[in-house]
């Protein structure tokens, strides 16, 4: 799959919505696993349905949350294999999201993309540190990169006690 900035129209114009708002598409690769669950969280329309269509056409199965609440929701109604998830949000942030994760024992690993890091509550907590960050804006290579390397990291370390939150 070609580069192309996540943040730019040009990246959306292949992605036709569904009437359900998301992306439909087809997936690139044929799998004989069943794809990787991922949950996007992301309170802009806009990047979370561009994320989603990215990772979809990459052959991941997709779902996505507007905001921490409802990714929270989500997380106790379904199975995901990875989350990657904005930081400042309405009514739960990203940093809250991990927090919630980790008081509940989820096993999950976590890809911060966020225009601002937290790093003074990554410091003061930081057992709530992701498996990786992503800084805005950053190009859907860079996301498909860092979503295989920490899905494959997850799937080979025993313990995932590095990883998970």
């Known amino acids: 799959m070609a580069a192309f900035p996540v943040y730019g129209y040009a990246a959306m114009k292949d992605c036709i919505p569904s009437h359900s708002g998301e992306a ?18 992301e309170d802009d329309n806009f990047f979370r349905r561009l994320n989603a269509a990215v990772l979809a056409q990459s052959g991941y199965e997709v779902d996505t949350a507007e905001d921490g609440a409802a990714a929270w ?7 995901y294999d990875l989350l990657i ?5 309405p009514k739960v942030s990203g940093v809250d999201l991990l927090k919630k994760l ?9 890809i911060m993309a ?40 997850a799937a080979g370390n025993g313990d995932k006690s590095q990883l998970m939150i």
């Open 114 to 153: 966020t225009g601002t890091l937290p790093k003074e509550e990554f410091a003061r907590y930081p057992w709530l540190q992701p498996a990786a960050t992503l800084l805005k804006p950053y190009t859907s290579e860079d996301m498909l990169r860092t979503v295989k390397r920490v899905l494959r990291e």
């Open 85 to 89: 998830t904005d930081n400042r949000m």
């Open 102 to 110: 980790r008081a509940a024992r989820m096993v999950l690993p976590v």
């Open 73 to 79: 929701q989500a997380l106790n109604t379904d199975s």
């Open 24 to 41: 439909a598409s087809t997936p690139l690769q044929s799998q004989t696993n069943p794809p990787d669950h991922i949950l996007v969280v």
